[in-house]
């Protein structure tokens, strides 16, 4: 309870609160973690789905997997913890939400101040001309350009690429001017993301995790509070 009430008193006080989250918040919304126990990195070869190489070798596979993935979160809802976090953007608490997820269930809870550094599976780009598009339903098959015929990819950040510059500028503009980051289920092992928070301690700001386990980022953590953020965010929400 002590440490609840440190994070609350951190929260109340915070005059530039940010926010980082990764797949551990989606999880209770029966999303898969990429590294939990049954994390997709456990279950799939990310070398073969995730990076351009692999889709240049075999896009139909690459495709398959990320219409796969369309169609779990197409069945999930937000949860408690993304509801919560909207709402500290309506009170005004929150000013922006930086995630790593690329579910857009952010999005689906009514948060809109979001910067999603790896990108969002429900978007398109073409691998040739500057055409892009957003999905309103799942893929079926591979999705040709309607300008170009070439192939259509998700929007999203593959291993090996680097994240979009015109976001990285807000996320690093943010980075210099909160004085409170909540890092929210990540493992915070996926560079340069891991890094956001200690960039915010570097100026002089404080972290507060929520984490079911501890994470490299720990030992640097003002507060970490053990829950799954489903639980935790909302427990918090009513002490504010
Ligand atoms: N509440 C809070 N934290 C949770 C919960 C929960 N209910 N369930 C799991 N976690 C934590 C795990 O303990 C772990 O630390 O969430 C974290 C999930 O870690 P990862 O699966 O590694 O996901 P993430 O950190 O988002 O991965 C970063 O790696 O694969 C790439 O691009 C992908 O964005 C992803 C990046």
Not at 39 to 68: C, S
Not at 154 to 167: A, K, M, Q, R, T
Request: hydrophobic share 40%.
């Amino acid at each position: 309870m002590k440490q609840f009430n440190a994070a609350t008193d951190l929260l109340q006080n915070a005059k530039h609160l940010i926010a980082l989250t990764g797949a551990g918040i989606s999880k209770e919304s029966n999303v898969p973690t990429f590294r939990g126990k049954d994390g997709l990195w456990k279950q799939y070869n990310a070398m073969d789905l995730a990076t351009p190489q692999a889709f240049h070798r075999n896009p139909q596979l690459v495709w398959e997997w990320y219409t796969w993935r369309q169609e779990l979160i197409a069945k999930c809802e937000p949860n408690p913890a993304h509801l919560t976090l909207a709402k500290w953007e309506h009170n005004g608490l929150l000013k922006t939400l930086i995630t790593q997820n690329v579910d857009g269930l952010h999005r689906r809870a009514g948060s809109t101040q979001i910067l999603e550094v790896h990108g969002n599976l429900w978007t398109l780009k073409c691998t040739k001309c500057t055409y892009q598009s957003r999905l309103s339903q799942p893929t079926q098959g591979i999705p040709l350009c309607p300008e170009c015929q070439s192939n259509l990819r998700p929007d999203v950040v593959w291993f090996g690429e680097s994240l979009p510059s015109s976001i990285m500028d807000q996320v690093f503009k943010e980075l210099q001017t909160a004085d409170i980051i909540v890092v929210v289920g990540t493992s915070a092992l996926v560079q340069p993301a891991a890094s956001f928070p200690l960039i915010v301690k570097q100026n002089g700001g404080q972290i507060l995790e929520v984490n079911v386990e501890t994470t490299p980022l720990t030992t640097s953590a003002d507060i970490h509070l053990t829950g799954k953020a489903g639980e935790v965010l909302p427990q918090l929400d009513k002490l504010l």
